[in-house]
């Protein structure tokens, strides 16, 4: 027994060196650097150990906007592409014909290029001297005044944020819940048909409990994605995203790396700290959550 305990933990070796290496000692690192006052990253040296970096990004204008914008993204995006992705995927499960197709229909977005979505999106929404968009001109046909998605008030470009992430990170979920579904025992939705249930009773008493690891699966990465959001904000408002108004913590952690203001990595690493502990908590959340509504 001690003999095969050797042995897998020398094929676990590789993954672990990785994890130390790539993993653990940045996070110590940049718990480390959050402390240090000053810190100078050609001498290397700084001036003082204390919490200025982390009372600097809480009074931070750009902080407090990513902050909201990434708060915003996670209420909104994540419920609502689950329950979205979770509709579809009932309703791909209850047909037969075309099923398959359909499926990659759904899945086509996920394996698109960010970017190239994210032009997509431009061409639908912005305002240009020889065009209103097409999502513009839908709304002035319906008798509305055009808006200016992209480039206009902030709320209008926080809904096209919004609706683009929804946009590309449904499919997956489709993909994670039909295939939940499909191993749903059928004998429950049979006999529950026999005593005359009604369908939306069957989907919250038996199909809802039956899927719920997966559902909670997904609330989860889906929390974790969405406070890691900043290429699709990129995708649509370009790199400069202080100015737009629609920066995101990542992105606020790389400006204060590589930006404009970058040259920080005290303050990058305090934001990032912040980051962690914020995605923490809200996992932990869960997971408590998840003990009396997760039936595994």
Known sequence: ?????????????????????FMVYPLIDVFVYSFEEGYN???????DIGLYNFSYVLHDAYFLQALKN???????????????????????????????????????????????????????????????????????????DSIDFIDGPYWGRMFVLCFYIIWV??????????????????NYYHAARVDGTSAFRIFRKITLPMISPTIFYLIITGF???????????????TDLNAAGMNTLVGYVYDMLYGDSGGYPSYASAAAIILFVIVLTITCINLL?????VYY
């Open 289 to 293: 959550i998840s003990k009396r509504h």
């Open 41 to 47: 990253f050609a001498s290397q040296t700084y001036y």
């Open 70 to 144: 990434t708060f915003l993204l996670v209420v909104i995006t994540v419920p609502l592409s689950t329950a979205i992705a979770l509709l579809i995927s009932v309703g791909l499960s209850s047909i037969r014909p075309l099923r398959k197709l359909f499926q990659t229909i759904y899945f086509l977005p996920y394996v698109t290029n960010t970017l190239a979505v994210g032009l997509v999106f431009m061409i639908l929404f912005q305002k240009t001297a020889y065009t209103d968009g097409l999502v513009n001109l839908l709304i002035c046909w319906f008798g509305g």
């Open 224 to 238: 974790i994605g969405a406070f890691k959001e900043y290429s699709d904000a990129v995708a649509l408002f370009g």
């Open 1 to 21: 027994m001690e003999k095969n305990n050797r042995k897998g933990w020398l094929y676990l070796l590789p993954a672990v060196l990785f994890l130390v290496f």
């Open 169 to 186: 990170v449904m499919p997956f979920k489709i993909l994670l819940l039909t295939g939940a579904l499909s191993g749903v025992d059928q």
